[in-house]
């Protein structure tokens, strides 16, 4: 049963479940650590990780783990620290044989190295990065869905740093795509998707779109919980404005979310 409620709180059609039941496996405390950092809750997220570590973890599950902390890091910033965890996960990775995460750990650890490889500006390593996830997940034989969106999603970012709009767009869409075909599952994949679709339009100079696309997300993400996606949006509409809030909600919605990201525990990094 905590399985179940896990699963559809990390990956599933209930990202804004809290509490959450306890977790007794190590997978468990993975889904779980899951689901608190898409509501911004990090301190119980490495607390969750922390205890999986704790509890002899197949090496594909510390893998995720590893994957996991990187992206709390790399959520607010922490791109340079994000990738010795990312690293270390993909060392991890190369040695879980035929376990059935085995390809979502290591997919999970190349893509994690892209996108902080994008952070610190280094476009080429993320873009030979991005190419070796999709020959992975094109030699698999079965790709989970949530792998697919993300790499959706750091192909836009990498476009949208090149300056490529239009790429971007292309890119932010096939993400949309894919998580709209596996609705209600993966909600938090969807609205994720928009935001990132909302920046790409932005990036390809089409703000009126942007601000629809960023409107609508910002309503799933207060109907759902998912602070740091709501924070993402505020700041991008602080810059090209709601067109349904006026620029003081705007702003009073962005500061509130990063307050209530600080006190769950989330560090910020300048990089």
């Known amino acids: 049963m905590n399985s179940t409620v896990l699963a559809a709180a ?13 977790a007794n496996t190590p997978d468990q405390w ?17 607390s969750d990780l922390a205890a999986l570590r704790r509890h002899r973890p197949t090496a594909a599950c510390a893998s995720l783990s590893l994957s996991t902390e990187a992206s709390l890091l790399r959520q607010l910033g922490g791109h340079r620290a994000a990738a010795g965890w990312d690293g270390r996960a993909l060392a991890l990775a190369q040695t ?11 997919v999970d650890a190349v893509v994690g190295l892209a996108a902080d490889a994008l952070g610190v500006g280094r476009l080429a390593a993320s873009a030979r990065l991005l190419e070796r996830a999709e020959t992975m997940m094109r030699e698999a034989d079965t790709v989970p869905t949530r792998l697919e969106i993300r790499l959706a999603w750091v192909s836009a970012e990498l476009a949208m740093a090149g300056g490529r709009g239009e790429d971007a767009v292309t890119h932010a869409r096939r993400g949309v795509a894919i998580a709209e075909k596996v609705s209600p599952e993966l909600r938090r994949h969807r609205v994720k998707s928009d935001v990132v679709l909302a920046a790409a339009l932005c990036c390809a100079g089409s703000s009126e779109l942007a601000r629809e696309v960023a409107d609508a997300a910002l309503s799933e993400t207060q109907t759902y919980g998912l602070v740091p996606l709501r924070w993402a949006l505020a700041c991008l509409l602080a810059d090209i404005d709601s067109a349904t809030l006026t620029s003081q909600q705007v702003s009073a919605i962005r500061d509130d979310c990063a307050g209530v990201i600080t006190r769950r525990g989330g560090r910020w990094s300048p990089g």
């Open 30 to 46: 993975w889904l779980r650590a899951v689901a608190a950092a898409g509501q911004g809750r990090y301190s119980s997220a490495r």
């Open 10 to 22: 990390a990956f599933g059609d209930n990202p804004g479940c809290w509490p959450l039941p306890a």
């Open 96 to 106: 879980a044989g035929d376990d059935p995460l085995t390809l979502q750990a290591g």
